[in-house]
Structure formats: structure tokens, C-alpha cells
């Protein structure tokens, strides 16, 4: 069983920064990929960002690749996603997630969420 725990999230002007960082608990964080995935109001969640068990491999949603980075620290059990270039129809709840497979998952372990918003 693997607990998340997201922070970071925040209200940002439209070309902003962020960095959400995500917590696991556990001591088999290693063994999970990780992704983070997004919801704005009205619409379904979509995938973000993921990244492989060792951190060697990532993927990115085209709607953010170039702006967005994620990385992980194992030995701190945590995920993060450094955000540039912020963009207003980047408002949304975002969610990590902890799962077998970097990018298809499943991803059997949700977070709560954080709120991202960002004003024009």
C-alpha cells in the first residue's frame, strides 16, 4: 500500500512558476512509476507527466512538454513537477498517482490533489 500526499498547488499569474511535490510513505517507493495527471472543472481527468521507477525514462502530455518537468527523488519517497510558462488553461486539480508502468500504468494509488490556478 503506497499513501500520497501532494502540496505546492497555488494561485500563479499566467507565466508563472510552480513546483508540486508529491510524498509517498512507504518503503517501496522505487518500485512504482509515477505519473501526474490533471482535472479541470467540466472535464475529464487527463494524464500529465510520468516517470519510470528509476527516473531514467520520462513522458509528457503534448499540451505540456517544454513547460512542465517531472522528476523524482527515491530516496526521499517523493515526485515533483516543476511547472513554467503557466497558462490559464493549466487551472486544475492536479493528482500523482502510483502505478506499475511509466506511462500506461494502472496506477492503482491516488493522491488527494492540489489546486493549480492560474490567472490571466
Known amino acids: 500500500q503506497v499513501q500520497l500526499v501532494e502540496s505546492g498547488g497555488g494561485l500563479v499569474q499566467a507565466g508563472g512558476s510552480l513546483r508540486l511535490s508529491c510524498a509517498a510513505s512507504?518503503?517501496?517507493?522505487?518500485?512504482?512509476?509515477m505519473g501526474w495527471f490533471r482535472q479541470a472543472p467540466g472535464k475529464e481527468r487527463e494524464f500529465v507527466a510520468a516517470?519510470?521507477?528509476?527516473?531514467?525514462?520520462?513522458y509528457y502530455a503534448d499540451s505540456v512538454k517544454g513547460r512542465f518537468t517531472i522528476s523524482r527523488d527515491n530516496a526521499k519517497n517523493t515526485v515533483y513537477l516543476q511547472m513554467n510558462s503557466l497558462k490559464p488553461e493549466d487551472t486544475a486539480v492536479y493528482y500523482c498517482?502510483?502505478?506499475?508502468?511509466?506511462?500506461?500504468?494502472?496506477?492503482?494509488?491516488w493522491g488527494q490533489g492540489t489546486q493549480v490556478t492560474v490567472s490571466s
Open positions: 498517482a502510483a502505478g506499475l508502468w511509466a506511462p500506461a500504468g494502472p496506477y492503482d494509488y
Open positions: 516517470i519510470s521507477r528509476s527516473g531514467g525514462s520520462t
Open positions: 512507504g518503503r517501496t517507493f522505487s518500485s512504482y512509476a
